[in-house]
């Protein structure tokens, strides 16, 4: 502490200010305790609101449109071709949703009693925090939550610096639409802004490591994705790696495999990292991997009694809707209340064309772990509704455990498939059986119904 620094108490100090920070520091305020939010960027949101979750959606909103647009011709409506206006996309992606977003979250803060300080939060000790910046000052505390997020992940060997080289959050400031883009990456953040880039109208390649876009996700699911991304994008190299970058004055030349290709702008979308990196945090007893993810228990607590985590620095799945989970419990956690994070169903959406989204066990993890399941694959092609909207490629799948007849998993894909997750994860967390899902009366007809008839399917 250099003397002169402000020195303030408080009961609990919250260490960034994304979805898990926010949300951990308003249960706080609202369980009695004095609460300060430490943020560099002196905001709540956090990489979600301003760079991530928010930005992203707006965006494939505008790809969506456009994507409908060019299918209302199927059914005898011609719009045109579309004239696209950046300036006026940029500004109401970060006006009115952004900035809207961002300004009622101040507004909560303020009713609520919530203080928030910009700067840097470095722990001196496991009751101190030094803040650095333009509100330099000590904080005193009786607990702390770090919720410090993560950050995009580099392209690994490969150091070259250029504007054409963009990561997620270069790529959502929509720059420019340039004529030639490389996708490095096959997740969710290649796919999705890859797909907003070809909407908007550029040549996109996607380039991925592995055998398949979106690894780890259930190949049932994938498949319908694949076969738009295959007619959106100019091509897709699958075992593929970048072996080289480099710059010239017409752009980024690209080694991939045995073919030098010329791109006018690269985004590298291979995944984030945990931000634990200047915390400080070798002077507490908080305990981290190899790659700065920090170790809890059910209670969000860390290895030191005063200090808690939540959100992306505590790894995988890195969500935001987990992190705000993790937030509610921390924050009761630390106010005396019996709680823990002890969710069955975490789901997780790909907010792509079409939609991705699934939760609780997949059909890979059963097998890998040698757990009998029943398996019900609903095609929408069979759905009402679906072929009003002229996508009857989607699919829902429903897991059960065959002896207690308990839904365990359900994967979806399809227009929507990230609204209609939740009556699954809800389905899981309350341990329905398939019976249930199946006897509740569904609306007619509505793509809802899909998760009926598929559970149905399991009673035969």
């Known amino acids: 502490m250099v003397m002169g620094d402000l020195v303030r108490e408080v009961d609990v100090a919250v260490v960034g200010g994304g979805p898990g920070g926010y949300t951990a520091a308003f249960r706080c305020a609202e369980l009695g305790l004095e609460t300060v939010v430490v943020d560099a960027a002196k905001r709540l949101g956090g990489a979600c609101l301003f760079e991530g979750c928010i930005p992203s959606k707006a965006l494939l909103h505008v790809a969506a449109v456009l994507g409908e647009a060019e299918r209302a011709r199927d059914f005898g409506v011609d719009f045109g071709e579309p004239r696209i206006s950046l300036d006026a996309l940029s500004k109401w992606k970060s006006e009115r949703v952004v900035g809207k977003l961002a300004r009622g979250l101040a507004g909560v803060a303020k009713a609520k009693n919530v203080d928030v300080v ?4 470095v722990f001196e000790d496991s009751r101190r925090l030094r803040v650095e910046g333009d509100e330099p000052q000590v904080v005193v505390f009786k607990h702390a939550i770090i919720a410090t997020g993560s950050a995009p992940s580099p392209l690994p060997g490969l150091t070259l610096q250029s504007e054409r080289i963009m990561d997620s959050t270069a790529a959502l400031e929509v720059p420019d639409v340039p004529d030639r883009l490389l996708v490095v990456g096959g997740g969710y953040i290649g796919l999705e802004l890859g ?8 040549k996109v390649r996607v380039v991925e490591m592995a055998d398949g876009l979106l690894p780890g996700v259930d190949r049932d699911l994938v498949q319908p994705l694949a076969r738009r991304c295959e007619k959106l994008f100019t091509s897709i190299l699958l ?3 970048v072996s080289s970058l480099g710059e010239t004055g017409r752009g980024i030349e690209v080694r991939l495999g045995d073919e030098t290709l010329l791109f006018d702008r690269v985004l590298v979308a291979v995944g984030r990292r945990a931000q634990t990196q200047g915390l400080g945090l070798e002077t507490t007893r908080v305990r981290t991997n190899e790659r700065g993810v ?3 228990d059910d209670r969000c ?3 030191d009694q005063r ?7 505590t790894g995988e799945p890195m969500l935001a809707h987990r992190a705000m989970r993790q937030g509610r419990v921390a924050a009761e956690a630390i106010s005396g209340r019996a709680v823990a994070f002890d969710n069955v169903a975490v789901p997780a959406v790909v907010f792509t064309d079409p939609e991705v989204a699934w939760c609780g066990l997949t059909e890979a993890e059963a097998q890998r772990t040698s757990r009998p399941v029943k ?3 609903f095609q929408w092609a069979a759905s009402g509704r679906a072929a009003t909207l002229g996508r009857s490629d989607g699919l829902t799948k429903v897991l059960a455990d065959p002896d207690s007849g308990r839904v365990v998993g359900v994967g979806i894909v399809g227009p929507g498939a990230g609204e209609l997750i939740a009556e699954a994860a809800l389905a899981i967390e309350a341990a329905l059986t398939v019976e249930d899902l199946a006897a509740t009366i569904h609306t007619h007809p509505t793509l809802a119904e899909t998760l009926m008839e598929a559970a149905e399917h399991l009673l035969h």
Request: glycine letters at 12%; zero cysteines.
């Open 118 to 121: 910009g700067g840097r939060a």
């Open 375 to 377: 398996i019900a694959k």
């Open 195 to 202: 797909q907003v880039y070809a909407a908007l109208g550029s």
């Open 307 to 313: 200090i808690y985590s939540v959100g992306d620095v």
């Open 239 to 241: 075992k593929t790696r």
């Open 301 to 303: 607590r860390t290895d």
């Open 294 to 296: 920090i170790a809890v």
